[in-house]
């Protein structure tokens, strides 16, 4: 009854829509953390949490990212010296304007919208770097299909970035 309520809670208190399979991860990471910082006393790693549940890396990464409540990127901080700023003055970026910041936002969306075998593709393809036959070997299919399915994916991400 009490993870139900938890559940429950992380469901309906977030200000962003969480899907429940990225909240029940994030839980299930929640669980593990308060584990190992039970036993340890100290704040587990990303490593010891992948170990502890059984996800990767990427995915619990991910799923905490999913619950943490937003802030405006115009949110006031203070630094040690009492002086006031914004968090986008912390993070600004000479060589990057908004418009930078717009394509990178609508591109993560465009990506999040792919299937799950079309993000692990891209990912092994362009930020591991390997070739579609490696790819190919690691999903168990065949490259023609690797380079269908990247050539799609990319194709939608393209046609949602214009849109």
Same mark, same amino acid.
């Given at each position: &009854?009490?993870?139900?309520?938890?559940?429950?809670?992380?469901?309906?208190?977030?200000?962003?829509?969480?899907?429940?399979? &990225?909240?029940?991860?994030?839980? %299930?990471?929640?669980? #593990?953390?308060?584990?190992?910082?039970?036993?340890?006393?100290?704040?587990?790693?990303?490593?010891?949490?992948? #170990?502890?549940?059984?996800?990767?890396?990427?995915?619990?990464?991910? #799923? &905490?990212?999913?619950?943490?409540? $937003?802030?405006?990127?115009?949110? $006031?901080?203070?630094?040690?010296?009492?002086?006031?700023?914004?968090?986008?003055?912390?993070?600004?970026?000479?060589?990057?304007?908004?418009?930078?910041?717009?394509?990178?936002?609508?591109?993560?969306?465009?990506?999040?919208?792919?299937?799950? %075998?079309?993000?692990?593709?891209?990912?092994?393809?362009?930020?591991?770097?390997?070739?579609?036959?490696?790819?190919?070997?690691?999903?168990?299919?065949?490259? #023609?299909?690797?380079?269908?399915?990247?050539?799609?994916?990319?194709?939608?991400?393209?046609?949602? &970035?214009?849109?």
């Amino acid at each position: &009854m009490i993870a139900g309520e938890l559940r429950r809670f992380l469901r309906d208190h977030s200000a962003l829509r969480v899907s429940r399979s &990225m909240r029940d991860t994030a839980y %299930r990471v929640l669980q #593990a953390k308060e584990k190992l910082l039970s036993s340890t006393g100290r704040e587990p790693s990303v490593e010891e949490l992948a #170990a502890e549940t059984g996800i990767a890396r990427r995915e619990i990464v991910f #799923a &905490m990212d999913a619950i943490c409540e $937003p802030v405006s990127l115009y949110e $006031p901080v203070f630094g040690d010296g009492g002086e006031g700023g914004c968090i986008m003055d912390q993070i600004g970026d000479q060589n990057s304007g908004d418009e930078q910041w717009l394509e990178q936002i609508a591109l993560e969306e465009a990506v999040s919208r792919l299937s799950s %075998r079309e993000r692990r593709i891209l990912a092994l393809r362009f930020y591991d770097g390997r070739t579609q036959t490696e790819v190919a070997r690691e999903i168990g299919i065949s490259q #023609a299909q690797v380079s269908r399915l990247e050539k799609g994916a990319i194709g939608r991400i393209k046609k949602e &970035m214009s849109a």
